[in-house]
Nanobody, 119 residues
Framework: QVQLVESGGGLVQAGGSLRLSCAAS????????MSWYRQAPGKERELVAL????????SYVDSVKGRFTISRDNAKNTVYLQMNSLKPEDTAVYYC????????????WGQGTQVTVSS
């Protein structure tokens, strides 16, 4: 059974930090490109950060560059999102997503974890 389980969300003051984790099971984690998305109330879900299968390449949405860092541990089947200097506009439900690295493969989503940044 495929599972992506996010954790680490919560309430933090502006300027604070959180580290999100997404633990994967039921598929070959190291063969999947992993990413973090977020969705704020009334807004579309947006891609926040992405990391390739071996972690050799990462990319970020402009609004989080220099503040967020995505990483992965293929031995632990886990992807992380370190979030520093948090702002109220970072408030959203954060989801992890797994996409097969080859053509036409499956995509999996986690259930999401709430991040709330107070001003």
């Amino acid at each position: 059974q495929v599972q992506l389980v996010e954790s680490g969300g919560g309430l933090v003051q502006a300027g604070g930090s959180l580290r999100l984790s997404c633990a994967a099971s039921g598929f070959t984690f190291s063969s999947y490109v992993m990413s973090w998305y977020r969705q704020a109330p009334g807004k579309e879900r947006e891609l926040v950060a992405l990391i390739t299968t071996a972690g050799g390449r990462t990319s970020y949405v402009d609004s989080v560059k220099g503040r967020f860092t995505i990483s992965r541990d293929n031995a632990k089947n886990t992807v992380y999102l370190q979030m520093n200097s948090l702002k109220p506009e970072d408030t959203a439900v954060y989801y992890c997503k797994a996409v097969w690295s080859g053509p036409g493969g499956p995509t999996y989503w986690g259930q999401g974890t709430q991040v709330t940044v107070s001003s």
